[in-house]
């Protein structure tokens, strides 16, 4: 059963860093494609991060320079640093895992960024 549980998420002022943890169970990470998402109040869910197979990352435009993904595969974790946070970063941040076809999520972390 593949199972992702995030952490490190909290409340920080603008300008400040936050390191998020994703940890995976029940598969490996090492072959997979995988990605932070991200929801803010009243807004549909959003790509912030993605990992692929491959190791090449892709990052939406608002936090490129800022965001940046990588994975541990001793650890079979995946972290999201952000640096230069942002009110704007404000949202609950989601882990995703895709194998054969289908997204696995975590439950999600809140993050608040307050001005």
């Known amino acids: 059963q593949v199972q992702l549980v995030e952490s490190g998420g909290g409340l920080v002022q603008a300008g400040g860093s936050l390191r998020l943890s994703c940890a995976v169970s029940?598969?490996?990470?090492?072959?997979?494609?995988m990605g932070w998402y991200r929801q803010a109040p009243g807004k549909q869910r959003e790509l912030a991060a993605r990992m692929s197979r491959g190791g090449f990352t892709t990052y939406e435009d608002s936090v490129k320079g800022r965001f940046t993904i990588s994975r541990d595969n001793a650890k079979n974790t995946v972290y999201l640093q952000m640096n230069s946070l942002e009110p704007e970063d404000t949202a609950v941040y989601y882990c995703?895992?895709?194998?054969?076809?289908?997204?696995?999520w975590g439950p999600g972390t809140q993050v608040t960024v307050s001005s």
């Open positions: 029940g598969t490996t990470i090492s072959t997979k494609a």
């Open positions: 995703n895992l895709e194998l054969n076809g289908l997204g696995y």
